[in-house]
């Protein structure tokens, strides 16, 4: 199971820079180690959009909808990521404290 996660994560990773991330945070149960059988990939995605929330999540599923490991995406503008951490959300506390940065732009 650890192979197939690892070759899907990085699959799904160079499937995404079609969509033009800045940064990709792995996050949940995956980060921590506690990937299993019944788990999906939870995928903070920072990207400069105009795009609606929900059209981005769209987005992101279409380019990952080939790989066997479900993926749960956000999608946050920068922007909307500086008013988060501004307002001490609890997500995006959990995001940056136990996440895993898998992609940065160059």
Sequence with gaps: MADLFKTTLKN???ALQEYQPEKIILFGSAAEGKFGAQSDLDLFILKKTKKRFMDRIGEVLDLVAEFEIPVDPVVYTPQEFSRAKK???MFIEEVLGKGKVIYEAA
Excluded: A, S, T
């Design 87 to 89: 307002e001490n959300r």
């Design 12 to 14: 799904i990773v160079i």
